[in-house]
């Protein structure tokens, strides 16, 4: 009966090292479709306070760090305290890859870690977040004063602002601030996909889809704005990146 015993613990050992290591989470793999799908059923069940809080016990730790990340989606957003993407989405460790800046601009530091989810990790789908309210962008649409590294920032933010009150003359207050929050999304996304022939080359291939949304920072939901409008032709321009 020993002999047996030791037989079958040795065998166990055997098929163990002959499996392949258990995924830290869907990763590459996973259509961008399925991707969006997860953070879309998260954020409905954070919005309704039925968050499931997944992926954060010892065990998520471990196998995170011994077998290292595979998250399914890449999240560009604003570092607002106030808009915590794992929360949002109802996700939890190596689930998500967050870029998070002031105004969630499209910047060469925030460009470089995204091509490094898309073209290392191969994260299948990436949004950029904006939210309501927006100080990075209410500074810009108020033409506030600002001092030391802000300005380089609020130049990012200011192509969106301009087109938008050239557009829409008759908006004021909320009204404008929402439209410029929206267009400031677009910005990134065209600013992204100018600077970004990695970006542009993995979304070219179908392995990559860009997508624009808004958080809503009372009711806590995340309202969907697609593919940049002009996606085609941005991906199609042979505008070398500056």
């Not at 077998?67 to 998500?96: H, M, N, W, Y």
């Not at 994260?123 to 100080?135: A, D, E, I």
Request: glycine share 8%; with cysteine.
């Amino acid at each position: 009966m020993k002999r047996i015993n030791l037989w079958l613990a040795a065998l166990v050992i055997l098929l163990a090292l002959a499996l392949p290591a258990p995924a830290a989470g869907p990763g590459p793999g996973i259509s961008p479709d399925a991707a969006l799908k997860m953070l879309t059923d998260g954020n409905n069940r954070y919005a309704v306070a039925r968050s499931k809080h997944p992926h954060q016990n010892k065990a998520r730790r471990v196998l995170t760090a011994t077998k290292g990340q595979t998250p399914f989606a890449t999240i560009l957003s604003c570092s607002d305290s106030r808009a915590p993407v794992e929360l949002i989405f109802d996700q939890g460790v190596g689930d998500l890859f967050v870029v998070r800046v002031a105004g969630n601009v499209a910047g060469e530091d925030e460009i470089a870690s995204m091509e490094y989810a898309g073209e290392h990790l191969h994260t299948p789908l990436l949004v950029v977040l904006g939210h309501s309210k927006c100080g990075a962008v209410t500074a810009v649409v108020e033409d506030a004063q600002l001092h030391g590294s802000l300005p380089a920032l609020a130049a990012k933010i200011k192509p969106a602002v301009a087109k938008t009150k050239a557009a829409h003359q008759d908006l004021k207050g909320a009204a404008l601030l929402d439209a410029a929050i929206k267009a400031n999304v677009h910005q990134a996304m065209e600013d992204l996909f100018a600077k970004s022939p990695i970006i542009k080359d993995l979304v070219k291939a179908g392995k990559l889809k860009v997508m624009g949304a808004i958080y809503d920072l009372e009711s806590g939901k995340v309202a969907w704005l697609g593919p940049h409008p002009q996606e085609k032709e941005l991906l199609g321009s042979k505008a070398e990146a500056k």
